[in-house]
């Protein structure tokens, strides 16, 4: 079991280092310039250009670092590029769905927000994985249903432990 959990942590470490750095390296233009749609914002303010393209690079430097000590399986470039950018997406249209119900940037929408980002990540990669290599492959042979339900279960812990302490770092402005 310990073994499961462990590959599970492993296997979705890009996104996590992609979300959490685009929080380090956001500012700036933000994704939708400011415009709004039907009078309300389309992303928010709280989603960058600059958080997106920096936090799915240092998701993908991660990865490729990680390869250097292949834990559970050597992650195809592929792979750790659609974890990475699937993160940063899940999150973006997590921010869209915010606005369009009239969730104000930074309020949070529980158990969504500490998980958008990795329904993201697994969608994105499982998504891309079948188009590019077809119905079986690196990620339908490395990650099963028990993967999945130990990163969905681990993941709103270890964010919100995580946002905790950016908070108290004073990277973030509220502590979810
Ligand atoms: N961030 C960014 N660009 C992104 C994602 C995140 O610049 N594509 C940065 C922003 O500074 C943002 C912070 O990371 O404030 C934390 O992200 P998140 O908690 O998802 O954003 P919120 O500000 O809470 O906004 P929202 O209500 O839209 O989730
Ligand atoms: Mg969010």
Redesign the pocket.
């Known amino acids: 079991m310990l073994d499961i959990v462990l590959q599970s942590i492993w296997l979705i470490l890009p996104a996590y280092i992609a979300n959490g750095s ?2 380090v ?3 700036g233009t933000p ?1 939708d310039f400011n415009k709004k749609w039907k009078g309300k914002e389309i ?10 393209t920096g ?1 799915c690079l240092a998701g993908m430097a991660a990865g490729v670092i990680m390869n250097a000590f292949p834990y559970y399986g050597t992650m195809p470039l592929i792979v750790i590029f659609s974890l990475s950018c699937g993160a ?1 997406l899940g ?2 249209a ?2 869209f769905l ?2 369009r119900v009239g ?7 529980p158990l969504l ?1 500490q998980i ?1 980002f990795v329904l993201g990540a697994l969608i994105f990669t499982y998504v891309i994985c079948i188009m590019v290599y077809g119905e079986s492959n690196w990620f339908t042979e490395h990650v099963s249903m028990v993967h999945i339900a130990c990163i969905l279960i681990i993941t709103p812990l270890i964010h919100l432990a995580t ?1 905790i302490m950016a908070y108290l770092l004073k990277l ?3 502590p ?1």
Request: proline share 0%; no cysteine; aromatic share 14%.
């Open positions: 685009a929080v390296f956001g500012g994704i992303f928010g303010r709280g989603k960058t250009w600059r958080g997106f936090g940063l999150d973006l997590e921010s915010k606005r969730i104000e940037r930074g309020k949070m929408l927000d958008d946002n973030k402005d509220v979810w």
